[in-house]
């Protein structure tokens, strides 16, 4: 296998949505016992659901790490591509997170002023901030900053 495969993050992507199923259907058991739809979550399904999510992230930190160092590395260095496509959504995702955060200033001003705000809202903000501040680090790691991959003698004085 390669440095970089993209076979096991496959098969975590595909973990992760088996187990975010099998809590689906959990839920539909626990439902069809009860003879009605329970408004929390059990412990089995909240575990489901948490090591779902873990596959899930850890195959598409796979995917992303692929996509941005490719397959295998060669020794030597490699220009970034820039261009004015890369530009362009560089520009739109900070104009985007400009405005989520604009969005989430002002829900704190009106939860201090008019009453609070549901905790759910300002959390789904922050996740989207946060989401829009990563999209703009893959991007600019992909497109704007040059690799060099150094090739070292087995016995060098580098201490790994």
């Known amino acids: 296998m390669y440095r970089n495969d993209t076979v096991l993050p496959f098969f975590g992507i595909l973990f992760g949505v088996a187990l975010w199923y099998m809590a689906y259907l959990d839920g539909l058991h626990i439902a069809r016992l009860a003879g009605h739809q329970p408004e929390e979550l059990s412990v089995g399904q909240l575990g489901l659901i948490t ?4 596959f899930f992230l850890w195959g598409a930190i796979g995917y992303i790490s692929a996509w941005l160092e490719g397959g295998e590395l060669r020794p030597g260095r490699e220009v970034a591509e820039g261009g004015a496509a890369p530009m362009v959504v560089v520009f739109v995702l900070t104009l985007l ?4 955060s604009g969005l989430f200033v002002n829900a704190i001003l009106y939860g201090l002023t008019e009453g609070p705000v549901k905790s759910s809202f300002l959390g789904q903000l922050s996740a989207a901030i946060l989401l829009v501040m990563t999209l703009l680090l893959v991007v600019y790691k992909k ?3 040059d690799d060099e991959v150094l090739v ?6 580098v201490p790994w």
């Open 51 to 54: 090591f779902g999510i873990v």
């Open 97 to 100: 997170l400009v405005g989520l």
């Open 143 to 145: 497109f704007f900053v």
């Open 152 to 157: 070292e003698d087995e016995h060098s004085e």
